[in-house]
């Protein structure tokens, strides 16, 4: 079944994105829906299997109670993880090598030779997902699969295309450092500013869309600048950013965190540049 998804546009016009195919019946013959989890690694030989072992376990059955786009009760999806090594050099590409020599059927391993940052490994891994619903997964243990359902929900009851998990919407986590929360919250309040939204967590990892959101979209950014890239491009399509609360388990420098202050300025100019151009 193919369904459209009337929205809005910056400039408050009516216009139709492109649209999906729709898992209805789990009895019927079409097949079930997708989601591909895009996996940027970069140097975590530490939790690395942990995290797959947690995103392969994770039940992915979506119990629909929305009409919005003609969906009701459980829905199974189709797991693809693709994960993206992005030169990594403590060992966690000796994992990925004994994986390669016999890889689950729903995993696909992708190396770059060289460090190129995580806004490059999310193109690549964009590029190669075969799902009609993508979510990125981290390749630490901050975020928690077991949220996924809560980001899948909303989605597939018609409430909006793009649902991003908040870290700052009551859910429970570690204590955040103070300026990690300063900045987080810094960025949040001028990515609003900026493109008219009230979200709480523009920087969270757990972004959650439908393949046809960001079709044809044209990213640049190698490093964590791709976090209000992607979040800019996408409410300039006029899409509506839906946010669950979720989960989060923060980790700090020494235990392998890579996000710097240096990083907040980046994403200023980011959010700044493609306000105005594309």
């Given at each position: 079944?193919?369904l459209s998804w009337?929205?809005?546009?910056v400039?408050?016009?009516?216009?139709?994105?492109?649209?999906?195919?729709?898992?209805?019946?789990?009895?019927?013959d079409?097949?079930?829906?997708?989601?591909?989890?895009?996996?940027?690694?970069?140097n975590?030989?530490?939790t690395l299997?942990?995290?797959?072992?947690?995103?392969?376990?994770?039940?992915?059955?979506?119990?629909?109670?929305?009409?919005?786009?003609?969906?009701?009760?459980?829905?199974?999806?189709?797991?693809?993880?693709i994960?993206?090594?992005?030169?990594?050099?403590?060992?966690t590409?000796?994992?990925?090598d004994?994986?390669?020599q016999?890889?689950?059927?729903?995993?696909?391993?992708?190396y770059?030779?060289?460090?190129?940052?995580?806004?490059?490994?999310l193109?690549?891994?964009f590029?190669?997902?075969?799902?009609?619903?993508?979510?990125?997964?981290?390749?630490?243990?901050e975020y928690?699969?077991?949220?996924?359902v809560?980001?899948?929900?909303?989605?597939?009851?018609?409430?909006?295309?793009?649902?991003?998990g908040?870290r700052?919407?009551?859910?429970p986590?570690?204590?955040?450092?103070?300026?990690h929360?300063?900045g987080?919250?810094?960025?949040?309040?001028?990515?609003?500013?900026?493109?008219?939204?009230?979200?709480?967590?523009?920087?969270?990892?757990?972004?959650?869309?439908?393949r046809?959101?960001?079709?044809?979209m044209?990213?640049?950014?190698?490093?964590?600048?791709?976090?209000?890239e992607?979040?800019?491009?996408?409410?300039?399509?006029?899409?509506t950013?839906?946010?669950?609360?979720?989960?989060?388990?923060?980790?700090?420098?020494?235990?392998?965190?890579?996000i710097?202050?240096?990083?907040?300025f980046?994403?200023?100019?980011?959010?700044v540049?493609?306000?105005?151009?594309?």
């Open positions: 079944m193919r009337p929205i809005k546009s400039n408050n016009k009516p216009q139709e994105h492109p649209s999906i195919d729709l898992f209805i019946d789990p009895s019927a079409s097949d079930p829906m997708r989601l591909s989890i895009i996996m940027p690694v970069y975590e030989r530490a299997e942990a995290i797959v072992q947690r995103v392969q376990a994770v039940d992915l059955t979506v119990d629909v109670t929305g009409v919005g786009l003609g969906l009701s009760g459980p829905v199974t999806l189709e797991r693809e993880i994960i993206v090594d992005d030169g990594s050099t403590d060992g590409r000796e994992i990925l004994h994986w390669r016999n890889p689950p059927p729903n995993m696909v391993i992708i770059h030779e060289r460090n190129s940052g995580k806004g490059a490994a193109r690549t891994g590029q190669r997902a075969t799902g009609d619903i993508l979510i990125v997964q981290d390749a630490d243990l928690d699969p077991k949220d996924y809560k980001l899948l929900e909303p989605l597939l009851e018609g409430r909006a295309p793009v649902i991003y908040s700052f919407s009551g859910g986590r570690a204590a955040m450092s103070l300026g929360t300063l987080n919250q810094m960025l949040t309040v001028i990515t609003n500013l900026l493109y008219g939204t009230s979200l709480s967590d523009m920087e969270t990892c757990y972004k959650c869309f439908r046809d959101v960001i079709d044809g044209v990213l640049r950014s190698r490093a964590f600048e791709i976090e209000p992607l979040t800019a491009k996408i409410l300039k399509r006029g899409y950013i839906f946010e669950v609360p979720i989960s989060y388990n923060g980790r700090a420098f020494h235990e392998g965190k890579k710097s202050w240096k990083d907040g980046s994403a200023v100019r980011t959010l540049r493609y306000r105005f151009t594309d």
